[in-house]
């Protein structure tokens, strides 16, 4: 079973819709994060979260916000959706705890599009 | 700002040769830096990462070597693999400072295909 699972794998929506994205750890970890793949500029940073009481913004946090349900649960809102979030949402998780050594773990992805 | 650049969007390397995939970074902040190699269809995973006391970090295949002066590291790959081709990702944290220990910033990914 992966570790880092996220719903829905595929969504086509329309200007203006409401969308939720989800995002699950099996991993026991408290750090969780939203980032959007767009070619040609990587992985950036949405939001991220330290525990379920700590939520900041990332590099791009505009048109996003966040639910840090439960330690295992993170989801990204988008309110009302437009074009250029088409991307591709990565969820991640990390635990600090080995000696502040910071390597992320990536759930499979969402694919969205914004008619 | 790009702060993390990988200059090159695509490596063709033959099977059995090595690739070097390569990338730069601006925030001399930076003490901590890590390679993820992506699928398509799959989220990306982490392959090997390098501290900054550190000018060489090697796994198998797989070495990171770090030039601190130059803000420059790079990932060998030796042999290289048909299974290795996938898009590569460098990425820098600053480790040891609070707040922002956990972010990484990435590279915009270089797609590797090796051939046969």
Known sequence: DADVTQTPRNRITKTGKRIMLECSQTKGHDRMYWYRQDPGLGLRLIYYSFDVKDINKGEISDGYSVSRQAQAKFSLSLESAIPNQTALYFCATSDLSRGGYNEQFFGPGTRLTVL | ?116
């Open chain 2, 1 to 116: 700002d790009q702060q993390v650049k990988q200059n090159s969007p695509s490596l063709s390397v033959q099977e059995g040769r090595i690739s070097i995939l390569n990338c730069d970074y601006t925030n001399s902040m930076f003490d901590y830096f890590l390679w993820y190699k992506k699928y398509p269809a799959e989220g990306p995973t982490f392959l090997i990462s390098i501290s900054s006391i550190k000018d060489k970090n090697e796994d198998g295949r797989f070495t990171v070597f770090l030039n601190k002066s130059a803000k420059h590291l790079s990932l060998h790959i030796v042999p290289s693999q048909p299974g290795d081709s996938a898009v590569y990702f460098c990425a820098a944290s600053a480790r040891l400072y609070t707040g922002t220990a956990s972010k990484l910033t990435f590279g915009t990914g270089t797609r590797l295909q090796v051939t046969l």
